[in-house]
């Protein structure tokens, strides 16, 4: 066999899906930017989604396997994931999200060198008890956690008894954020947005964890009638989202858009960001705002305090709290200049600190490390006493 001196590292990464959430998004700026470095290749376990991200991936010669997992357990996947091992040999498998479990039978078959597993979000969130329990012994046998947020690290040490855990912050590209002022313009126009509307505008999954019905009781408390809220993404909280609408008879100032393929400009249109999340790891559509210049309203839960200084690049809220969260707006709706100091600030930080550069050359040094038999799982991630 040749020695992994003598050739590029291959790289597998496996994800349930490559659709356009955060951890999609990670993965495809690793799979794309160290291409050059690394033999890189995807599989996810569902179906082709014809999603931005798989098109990406395609066109920069990606290799992608889809494996047609259905809805729920689903044994097959632990063939097909063996079968992509074999066919891939990877020596580094980079998993992401609740796909660990799959994996086990075959990384134990075919022995890649380095097993990475990054946490997109507080541990005690990412999967069900009985998950836990087995990535209780794979933390410290096979797989090396990577947390994206100081406080995805604390959770990760506090819930599987670690020592320090390898922290990576998310990143995003920043350039893609700049939009200028005509661009706003026609994105407004185009959407049906007058100049004057003041849009709220929040991009997220419809689902428990963004909260969206929250962040609607709040709009629903403010009365000014140039105020609209824009809902940017899918999730099975949608026909829920869209009664409680209906409920606070905001109908007409709630604008659900869907899946966008166009966040920056969605964003360069927007005035204000919010998010309602009762959880979070790190989330890139917080940056991505700050980014596209934009104040950001955010519940403070697991890393968005990393992220933004409250009173600064914007406002924390505590989570859940309605009457916070309407106070907030309503404080950036009401000052012009509040925004607009509070957007210069958030994008400042943004530029300095987020660029995805930083991101990627901080996983490039973590597989070349790992490859080279240095910060393996074992004593460096030692239980605590």
Known sequence: ?????????????????????????????????????????????????????????????????????HV???????????????????????????????????????????????????????????????????????????????????????????????????????????????????????EGFDEQDIIVTSVGRLDVPKNPLL????????????IRLVLIGQGPLREQVVREAERL???????????????????AGSDIFALASDWEGSPLSVMEAMASGLPVICTAVGGVPELIRSGTEGILVPPGDCGALRDAIRRLVESAPLRASMGRAAQARAEAEFDVTRMVEAYGELYSRLLAGRGAPGAAYAAHA
């Open 1 to 69: 066999m040749t020695d992994i001196a003598e050739r590029r590292a291959q790289v597998l990464h496996i994800l349930p899906t490559l659709g356009m959430a955060g951890a999609e998004h990670v993965a495809a700026y690793l799979l794309r930017r160290l291409a050059p470095r690394f033999d890189m290749a995807a599989v996810s376990l569902y179906a082709r989604g014809d999603s931005p991200i798989e098109k990406s991936l395609a066109q920069s010669g990606i290799p992608l396997r889809h494996l047609g997992k």
């Open 72 to 190: 729920g357990f689903d044994p097959r996947m632990f063939r097909a994931i063996e079968r992509a091992l074999a066919g891939f040999r990877p020596d580094i498998v980079h998993t992401h999200l609740y796909v660990l479990p799959y994996v086990v039978p075959a990384f134990l078959r075919w022995r890649p060198r380095v097993w990475i597993h990054t946490v997109h979000t507080l541990a005690e969130h990412e999967t069900d008890r009985m998950r836990r329990y087995l990535q209780f012994v794979l933390f410290r046998m096979t797989t090396v956690p990577v947390a994206v947020s100081e406080a995805v690290a604390e959770s990760l040490e506090r819930r599987y008894k670690l020592g320090p855990v390898i922290i990576i912050r998310n990143g995003i590209c920043v350039t893609e954020s700049r939009r200028s002022s005509a661009e706003r313009a026609r994105w407004r126009r185009a």
């Open 215 to 226: 962040l609607i009781r709040a709009f629903a408390e403010l009365s000014a009638p140039r």
């Open 249 to 267: 008879h905001i109908v007409g100032r709630l604008h659900l858009l869907g899946e966008r393929d166009d966040i920056p400009l969605c964003l």
